[in-house]
């Protein structure tokens, strides 16, 4: 495997190419195994006329400068020391396809890679953290030394390569969610006061999941802190494959102590009645993902007995989105 590493400046022009002003690779043999080879270019910059802020900063921006080798060269000389390993690692994953576009400006032929392991979504992983991780911050997690400048393409490769013994093929295999939008994450914002287990409180049992859904019993809910009752507007719910959903999620709200999560369990009983249990759920990641999933999923608008009725057929549940 190939671990690569670029560094590019994007100038200020209206020219649309991120220009490569460094090639560094490392070669191991197994991810996490020894450095076997290394390969550097540093290139003269030729396309854009200024440097862009983090350009400007780059540790070897005077070697690159003062290089006489041009893109061409150092693409076609990298080509050939990777010598058909079409297997790329990198921090981050927009490195081949740079490459790529710096190919197609020069009339190069593209490098096409059979796999390319993006190494800091798989240390995210590794490290159970929910966002990027900056190369540095990894190497220090890890207590790697960090005896050489970053930015530098090929130390840069090299701390990648180091950092691939703490992956797993798991690691490397996972994919994110995509990240909720903003009213999604509003939607997922709890209280974050502390309270202890709640009770699951029986609802029912009732002639229909709506019933159990729509009843009083059903859509209210006590504040875990205080015991305040609230009301609960709506449940949300993932949709399953076939039959009906069988857990419903719902936000209330006390004024005094925030939002809070709360899940329905439907089930039917043997005698064909249905009979709900409802729970305050603990902000932890688990329920949330299962909110999240359910605020992606179908919708059960609640209507109390004492309201009036809409007209029309009485809807079932989750036929409102
Ligand atoms: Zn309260």
């Not at 076939?242 to 999560?261: D, K, N, S």
Request: glycine share 10%.
């Amino acid at each position: 495997m190939i671990i690569l590493d670029l560094e590019w400046n994007r100038g200020y022009d209206k020219k649309p190419l991120n220009e490569i002003l460094q090639i560094g690779a490392v070669r191991v043999e197994t991810l996490g195994g020894p450095i076997v080879d290394v390969f550097d270019a540093c290139i003269r910059p030729t396309v854009h006329k200024k440097f862009d802020p983090g350009a400007k900063k780059l540790p070897s921006l005077g070697a690159f400068k003062a290089s006489r080798t041009r893109f061409p060269a150092a693409a076609e000389a990298f080509r050939a020391w990777c010598a058909g390993d079409r297997a790329f690692g990198g921090w981050g994953g927009g490195d081949v396809e740079a490459l790529n576009e710096n190919c197609k400006y020069w009339g190069l032929p593209a490098f096409e890679a059979e796999a390319f392991f993006d190494l800091q979504r798989a240390f995210a992983h590794a490290v159970g953290a929910d966002r990027q991780i900056a190369l540095w911050r990894a190497v220090e997690y890890c207590g790697v030394p960090d005896v050489f400048d970053y930015h530098n393409a090929v130390n840069d490769a090299m701390y990648t390569a180091v950092l691939g013994a703490w992956l797993t093929q798991d690691d490397l295999d996972w994919r994110p969610e995509p990240a909720p939008s903003r009213g999604r994450r509003a939607a997922l914002k709890l209280s974050q006061l502390a309270f202890p287990r709640q009770p699951r409180q029986k609802v029912g049992p009732c002639q229909t999941p709506e019933e159990v859904l729509d009843g009083r019993a059903g859509r209210t809910s006590s504040c875990p802190l205080c015991g305040q009752r609230e009301g609960i507007a709506r449940w949300h719910f993932a949709v399953p494959e076939e039959g009906m959903p069988q857990r419903f999620y719902a936000v209330f709200t006390c004024p005094e102590h925030g939002r809070f999560l709360c899940r329905m369990t439907l089930a039917r009983r043997p005698d064909g009645l249905w009979m709900g249990r409802r729970t305050v759920l603990q902000a932890a990641p688990e329920p949330l993902r299962e909110y999240a999933q359910a605020l992606d999923g179908g919708v059960h608008v609640c209507r109390g007995k004492g309201r009036r009725r809409r007209r029309g057929p009485r809807r079932p549940a989750g036929s409102e989105r």
